[in-house]
Antibody
Framework: QVQLVESGGGVVQPGRSLRLSCVAS????????MHWARQGPGKGLEWVSV????????SNADSVRGRFTISRDNSKHTLYLQMSSLRAEDTAVYYC????????????WGQGTLVTVSS | QSVLTQPPSVSGAPGQRVTISCTGS?????????VHWYQHLPGTAPKLLIY???NRPSGVPDRFSGSKSGTSASLAISGLQAEDEADYYC???????????FGGGTKVTVL
């Protein structure tokens, strides 16, 4: 069965950096686009970033462009999100998710990892 | 302010039918991009409910159905059950933003 397990969350001061990881299993990781999405406290789901299966295409939401970088290591079945210049408004549960094989839907999600940006 | 607009909440009695609207624009739903729907319970992983406007993944009850017309889409839940109490989100792709967009979410309450 498809499993996505995020890690790397925690409490970080404003302006600092943090890297999230997501280990995938149960499917051929290198065949799928992968996403990061987040949900801030009391807020709805917000898409953050996407990377294609071969890393040839990447895109970020305006709210994180220039600060967050998505990457992947297909040999390790792992997705990453490097977050820098963190702000209080980046506080959220961050979800790793698999892009479906067609269209822009997301067919599997991880349980999420909490990032808290606070001094 | 979400790119896709959903009502904050809808409610219904057990057995009733409720619908959730999702309104977009000419750069997303109106441009022909598919609409997808997710069910999300607090503290859990979101679940894909409808993909490609009106398709259900394996295991999703046929009480859930989706439709799309013009710049809008809808999710219908018929035969409402207590277990359907959750947050529901629509999602599409926006060509102006070059990225995925979500609606603000709709909380479904079973009375």
């Amino acid at each position: 069965q498809v499993q996505l397990v995020e890690s790397g969350g925690g409490v970080v001061q404003p302006g600092r950096s943090l890297r999230l990881s997501c280990v995938a299993s149960g499917f051929t990781f290198s065949n799928y686009a992968m996403h990061w999405a987040r949900q801030g406290p009391g807020k709805g789901l917000e898409w953050v970033s996407v990377i294609s299966s071969d890393e040839s295409y990447k895109s970020n939401a305006d709210s994180v462009r220039g600060r967050f970088t998505i990457s992947r290591d297909n040999s390790k079945h792992t997705l990453y999100l490097q977050m820098s210049s963190l702000r209080a408004e980046d506080t959220a549960v961050y979800y790793c998710a698999r892009g479906a094989s067609s269209g822009w839907s997301i067919d599997y999600w991880g349980q999420g990892t909490l990032v808290t940006v606070s001094s | 302010q979400s790119v896709l607009t959903q009502p904050p909440s809808v409610s219904g009695a057990p057995g009733q039918r409720v619908t959730i609207s999702c309104t977009g624009s000419s750069s997303n739903i109106g441009a022909g991009y598919d609409v997808h729907w997710y069910q999300h319970l607090p503290g859990t992983a979101p679940k894909l409910l409808i993909y490609g406007n009106n398709n259900r993944p394996s295991g999703v009850p046929d009480r859930f159905s989706g439709s799309k017309s013009g710049t809008s889409a809808s999710l219908a839940i018929s035969g409402l059950q207590a277990e359907d109490e959750a947050d529901y989100y629509c999602q599409s792709y926006d060509s102006s933003l070059s990225g995925v967009v979500f609606g603000g979410g709709t909380k479904v309450t079973v009375l």
